[in-house]
């Protein structure tokens, strides 16, 4: 009686046996079927269906990206830094596909005012000085603020009150102002409004009014270079 191979069944007579086209026949479709374009061995590592193939067994470039099914291939599946920066695309990984505060800086905190994320974090630059604002007889005035060089967009602008000067001259350095609470009845603070990339305005506002005082104030911009 003939006997099996192990992986198709494909017929082995014994060597006392007849020969038989039909066996024969049977045999060559099986092997034949095991290649079909459809229904052929998968190479899944079951009985009869082939080893699964390794990365040896695929030419460079055999495997595409329109080869590749929307989330097919996942983190776990790839190695400890394998994709580097030069296996991206310029501007292949856009602020859809990061999660929030990645690298523990929020994206949107960097934003330009067209919407688009400016992920040059290393542009960022900041600017400061300080300045003066003569009231008068006002209670309230303000200063235009140029930056030595413009921002890409407008900046956020922090400003602090340095206290008060009291004569007709305008002070000459930022020693010149008094202690703040000395002159809080007289100067209440300085704000910023008006905040562009090229610059911002400077209000001062005090309680009440006093001939002869200069508000003081500091300030700094924070933002993305142009």
């Not at 049977?26 to 095991?34: E, G, M, P, W």
């Not at 921002?151 to 340095?162: E, H, R, T, Y």
């Not at 506002?205 to 104030?217: E, K, Y």
Request: hydrophobic fraction near 45%.
């Amino acid at each position: 009686m003939p006997t099996t191979t192990l992986n198709l069944n494909l017929t082995k007579p014994l060597p006392p046996e007849r020969y038989d086209v039909g066996g024969v026949n049977a045999n060559a479709d099986a092997v034949d079927a095991a290649f079909d374009a459809a229904s052929g061995h998968r190479h899944d590592g079951t009985a009869g269906q082939g080893p699964p193939l390794d990365s040896d067994a695929l030419a460079d470039g055999a495997v595409t990206d329109p080869k590749l099914a929307p989330g097919a291939v996942v983190t776990d599946a790839l190695a400890d830094a394998a994709v580097t920066a030069d296996k991206l695309a310029d501007a292949a990984v856009t602020a859809a596909k990061l999660a929030p505060n990645v690298g523990g800086i929020a994206l949107a905190s960097v934003q330009d005012g067209a919407g688009r994320n400016d992920t040059r974090v290393s542009a960022l630059r900041a600017e400061a000085g300080w300045g003066f604002i003569s009231l008068a007889a006002l209670q309230s005035d303000e200063r235009a603020i140029t930056f030595e060089s413009a921002f890409g967009s407008a900046p956020i602008v922090f400003v602090s009150p340095l206290g008060a000067h009291v004569g007709a001259s305008p002070p000459e350095s930022i020693d010149d102002f008094g202690d703040y609470h000395a002159n809080h009845q007289r100067f209440s603070s300085v704000f910023a409004k008006d905040i562009t990339a090229s610059g911002f305005t400077a209000e001062a506002i005090r309680a009440t009014a006093a001939n002869g005082q200069w508000a003081g104030f500091a300030w700094m911009a924070l933002g993305v270079s142009a």
